[in-house]
C-alpha cells in the first residue's frame, strides 16, 4: 500500500509548523487588542495636548533633561537617534523586503510594506492636523523642521521594527526567543524616542504618542494579515 501524502505539508516554510485555527484567532484577538490599547493612549495624548494639559509637564521634563546632557551621551544619542532617520528607515525597510521575497513570504512582505507606507502617512496627517510647533526652550543639538507632534521618528520605528519582530516571530519556534526578540525591538524604538527628547527636538509626549501610533498601525496589520493566514 502505498503512504498516504500530506499534500499541506508541501506549502509550509521550513521549520515553519502551520498555526491551528484556534491559535490563529487568539493571536488574531491578542493583535486587535492591543492596536485598540494603543490607539486609545494616542487619542488620550492628543485630546490633553489640545486642551493645554501637557505643556508644563513636557516644559518640566525637557528642562531636566537638558542639564543631564553630557559631550558623551550628545554623541551617543545623535548615533541612536539615526535607528529612525528616513535613510535607514528605508535601507532595512528595502532589505527585509527583498528578503522575505526570496523565502517566499509574499503576505509577510506585504505587511511590511503597508507597514512602512502607512506609518510615513500617518505621521504626515496627523502633524498637519495637530501643527505643534518644535521645543524652542532647550538648544537644539541637530537640525530638523516640521512639526513636532507626533515625532516621526518614534512612529516610524515602532511601527516598522515591530512589524519586522512579528513577522520573524512565524520563523521562531522557541517562546524565550520571541520574548528576547520582542523585548531587543522595544528597546530600540524607546531609545530612539528618548534620544529625540534628550537632543531638543521633541516633547516627552510626542515620542510617547508616536511610539502609540505606530505600534497601532503595527498591531492592527498583525491581525488583519492573521486574518488572510487563517484563511489561507
Excluded at 513636557?58 to 546632557?69: F, N, P, Q, S
Excluded at 510647533?133 to 521594527?161: D, K, M
Excluded at 524604538?189 to 498601525?217: E, F, K, N, P, Q
Amino acid at each position: 500500500m502505498k503512504a498516504r501524502v500530506n499534500r499541506r505539508s508541501l506549502f509550509t516554510r521550513p521549520g515553519f509548523t502551520r498555526p491551528s485555527l484556534k491559535s490563529t484567532g487568539g493571536r488574531l484577538a491578542l493583535w486587535l487588542g492591543g492596536a485598540a490599547l494603543a490607539l486609545l493612549v494616542f487619542l488620550r495624548i492628543t485630546r490633553e495636548l489640545i486642551e493645554g494639559e501637557v505643556d508644563a509637564m513636557d516644559h518640566v521634563i525637557l528642562g531636566a533633561v537638558e542639564k543631564a546632557r553630557t559631550p558623551w551621551l550628545t554623541v551617543c544619542a545623535v548615533d541612536v537617534t539615526a535607528l529612525g532617520s528616513v535613510t535607514l528607515v528605508v535601507l532595512f525597510s528595502a532589505f527585509t523586503f527583498l528578503l522575505l521575497l526570496v523565502l517566499r513570504d509574499r503576505l509577510g512582505a506585504l505587511q511590511l510594506l503597508a507597514a512602512s507606507a502607512g506609518a510615513a502617512m500617518l505621521t504626515v496627517v496627523a502633524k498637519d492636523m495637530i501643527e505643534r510647533i518644535r521645543p524652542e526652550q532647550a538648544q537644539q543639538l541637530i537640525v530638523v523642521s516640521g512639526f513636532s507632534y507626533p515625532s516621526g521618528h518614534s512612529v516610524s520605528t515602532s511601527a516598522l521594527y515591530l512589524t519586522i519582530a512579528i513577522i520573524a516571530g512565524r520563523y521562531v519556534q522557541h517562546s524565550g526567543a520571541k520574548i528576547a526578540m520582542f523585548i531587543a525591538v522595544s528597546t530600540v524604538v524607546v531609545m530612539v524616542a528618548a534620544s529625540r527628547v534628550y537632543l531638543g527636538v521633541h516633547y516627552a509626549t510626542d515620542v510617547i504618542s508616536g511610539i502609540s501610533l505606530g505600534a497601532a498601525w503595527a498591531l492592527l496589520l498583525a491581525g488583519l494579515f492573521a486574518r488572510f493566514e487563517r484563511r489561507d
